[in-house]
């Protein structure tokens, strides 16, 4: 009887290390579920007018350059600036996220093998702090485009409720700048970067929760590095044009992932200069 008695937990923990192995075999699912839930509530959020109170659809047109208002810089309260922040940052989130995921899986994949093979000790993998390094690179870029989003529009250059540019010299600047960008050398190493997540994980990796969070971090900046001149084309096109933020959003992607993105990073810049300097001769 005895014997019996103590054999009764094992069919519990039998059970637990099954449940466990389950979760672990679907892991990778729960991760993608994850980041297809954070770009669904990212897109919802700036469908809804990203807290500023205006409709999405009403500052959405295909024109450009867009329809030619007059503006007066108004001063933001404390309020506005938190909005206009959190706006750009949610609209980062969602445009840069699709882009990240090949990354972000692979880095879920290489860090389960490492403890597969006694490297790493087992546990749960840091993948959400390897995401938050991630979203916190971005975050720092959007507090600089809220600010020069604050001074454009302060200059009467970017419409203060349209949110667009309402001067064709900044349209076209903005056009050829980010045209020259795209042929650059710092645009080929940091897009070589996001195009070769193998590499850079070989290259750059990290352990522990402050080693996790500064690798996502790293490669976060060169994100930011590849396509910061892209996200400020918003101004020209308009800040909550969805047909510019998807837009971008699927060119960034292309850029990324396609087998000749880097073609077509090059292939556009020369066709991004073609239309700023339309702009600045028309």
Same mark, same amino acid.
């Given at each position: 009887?005895?014997?019996?008695?103590?054999?009764?937990p094992e069919p519990q923990m039998t059970t637990v290390q099954t449940a466990a192995e389950h979760l672990l075999r679907?892991?990778?699912?729960?991760?993608?579920?994850?980041?297809?839930?954070?770009c669904l509530l990212s897109w919802c959020f700036l469908i809804a007018g990203a807290g500023t109170g205006m409709s999405?659809?009403?500052?959405?047109?295909?024109?450009?350059?867009?329809?030619?208002?007059?503006?007066?810089?108004?001063?933001?309260?404390?309020?506005?600036?938190?909005?206009?922040?959190?706006?750009?940052?949610? !609209? !980062?989130?969602?445009?840069?996220?699709?882009?990240?995921?090949?990354?972000?899986?692979?880095?879920?994949?290489?860090?389960?093998?490492?403890?597969?093979?006694?490297?790493?000790?087992?546990?749960? @993998?840091?993948?959400?702090?390897?995401?938050?390094?991630?979203?916190?690179?971005?975050?720092?870029?959007?507090?600089?485009?809220?600010?020069?989003?604050?001074?454009?529009?302060?200059?009467?250059?970017?419409?203060?409720?349209? !949110?667009?540019?309402?001067?064709?010299?900044?349209?076209?600047?903005?056009?050829?700048?980010?045209?020259?960008?795209?042929?650059?050398?710092?645009?080929?190493?940091?897009?070589?970067?996001?195009?070769?997540?193998?590499?850079?994980?070989?290259?750059?990796?990290?352990?522990?929760?402050?080693?996790?969070?500064?690798?996502?971090?790293?490669?976060?900046?060169?994100?930011?590095?590849?396509?910061?001149?892209? !996200?400020?084309?918003?101004?020209?096109?308009? @800040?909550?044009?969805?047909?510019?933020?998807?837009?971008?959003?699927?060119?960034?992607?292309?850029?990324?992932?396609?087998?000749?993105?880097?073609?077509?990073?090059?292939?556009?810049?020369?066709?991004?200069?073609?239309?700023?300097?339309?702009?600045?001769?028309?």
């Amino acid at each position: 009887m005895v014997q019996c008695q103590s054999k009764l937990p094992e069919p519990q923990m039998t059970t637990v290390q099954t449940a466990a192995e389950h979760l672990l075999r679907q892991e990778r699912l729960i991760v993608i579920a994850g980041l297809v839930l954070i770009c669904l509530l990212s897109w919802c959020f700036l469908i809804a007018g990203a807290g500023t109170g205006m409709s999405t659809l009403a500052m959405t047109t295909w024109e450009l350059p867009p329809p030619a208002l007059d503006t007066v810089g108004t001063p933001w309260p404390a309020s506005w600036w938190l909005i206009m922040i959190l706006m750009w940052w949610v !609209m !980062m989130i969602a445009m840069m996220v699709p882009s990240a995921t090949p990354m972000i899986l692979l880095y879920a994949r290489v860090y389960r093998h490492s403890q597969k093979n006694g490297q790493l000790a087992q546990g749960v @993998v840091p993948t959400a702090t390897f995401l938050s390094g991630y979203l916190v690179s971005w975050l720092l870029f959007s507090l600089a485009a809220t600010g020069l989003h604050w001074g454009l529009e302060q200059l009467g250059l970017v419409h203060g409720m349209m !949110m667009w540019s309402t001067s064709p010299i900044l349209s076209g600047v903005f056009l050829l700048a980010a045209g020259v960008y795209q042929t650059s050398p710092l645009k080929r190493v940091c897009l070589s970067h996001c195009r070769s997540p193998a590499s850079y994980l070989s290259a750059h990796w990290r352990t522990g929760a402050w080693g996790t969070f500064r690798f996502g971090f790293d490669h976060g900046l060169y994100c930011v590095g590849c396509c910061w001149f892209l !996200m400020l084309l918003l101004f020209v096109g308009g @800040v909550m044009n969805l047909v510019w933020i998807v837009g971008l959003a699927i060119f960034v992607l292309v850029e990324k992932v396609a087998p000749r993105g880097d073609w077509v990073a090059k292939v556009s810049g020369v066709a991004m200069m073609g239309a700023g300097a339309w702009l600045l001769l028309g």
